[in-house]
Nanobody
C-alpha cells in the first residue's frame, strides 16, 4: 500500500502565493512520474503539472510561468509552488504518483485533495 499525503492548501488573495507538498510513503520500490491535478466545481479533473523521476516537467498552458513543480526523490515528495494566483486557480488540487511497489508492479495513486481558494 502507498499513501500520498498533501498539505499546503488554503485561502489566498489574488496575486499571492502558495506551496503545496505531497509526500508518498508505503511499499515503494520507485516513484516514476509525479504530478498535480485540479478540479473545480462542476468541471473535470485536469493536469496542472507533472515531473518525471529524471526531472523533466510538463505544465498546463494556463499555469506556465506562474507555477513550478519540483520533487525531492530522497523524501518521495513533490511540490507545487504557485505564484501570481488568480481566482480561476480555485480548485481542489490532487497529487498523483505512478509508483512501482515492492512487488514490482506499477500502480497509479492519488492523494485526498487539498482546497486552494483564491479571492479577488
Amino acid at each position: 500500500q502507498v499513501q500520498l499525503v498533501e498539505s499546503g492548501g488554503g485561502l489566498v488573495q489574488a496575486g499571492g502565493s502558495l506551496r503545496l507538498s505531497c509526500a508518498a510513503s508505503g511499499t515503494i520500490f520507485s516513484i516514476n512520474a509525479m504530478g498535480w491535478y485540479r478540479q473545480a466545481p462542476g468541471k473535470q479533473r485536469d493536469l496542472v503539472a507533472a515531473i518525471t523521476s529524471g526531472g523533466s516537467t510538463n505544465y498546463a498552458d494556463s499555469v506556465k510561468g506562474r507555477f513550478t513543480i519540483s520533487r525531492d526523490n530522497a523524501k518521495n515528495t513533490v511540490y507545487l509552488l504557485m505564484n501570481s494566483l488568480k481566482p480561476e486557480d480555485t480548485a481542489v488540487y490532487y497529487c498523483n504518483a505512478v509508483v512501482t511497489t515492492t512487488d514490482l508492479y506499477e500502480y497509479d495513486y492519488w492523494g485526498q485533495g487539498t482546497q486552494v481558494t483564491v479571492s479577488s
